[in-house]
């Protein structure tokens, strides 16, 4: 079996916060005005992304996040610093 992309497992976490299925998550949509989070939900998710991605993502790393497609890149952005 494969292991799910970065995208696959942010979405993922994200439909656990809001009420939209994964597969009508699109990375074009918004956090709040799109998927209905709130301030707790958007620190629960960060929450989520630091546990699930072993990531020590701070309240200010995300205050410019505000799509899926944001909250991936971010992920990425972690994951790369973390690997140098």
């Not at 929450?47 to 992920?75: C, K, N, R, W, Y």
Request: proline share 4%; aromatic share 2%.
């Amino acid at each position: 079996m494969t292991q799910p992309t970065i995208e696959t497992r942010v979405i993922h976490l994200i439909s656990q916060l809001v009420p939209v299925k994964s597969q009508d998550i699109k990375p074009e949509q918004r956090l709040r005005d799109d998927l209905g989070m709130d301030s707790v939900s958007s620190m629960e998710l960060l929450s989520m992304l630091a546990e699930d991605f072993e990531l020590d993502v701070g309240v200010e790393d995300v205050a410019d996040v505000h799509t899926v497609a944001q909250t991936i890149e971010l992920v990425k952005v972690f994951l790369a610093k973390k690997a140098a």
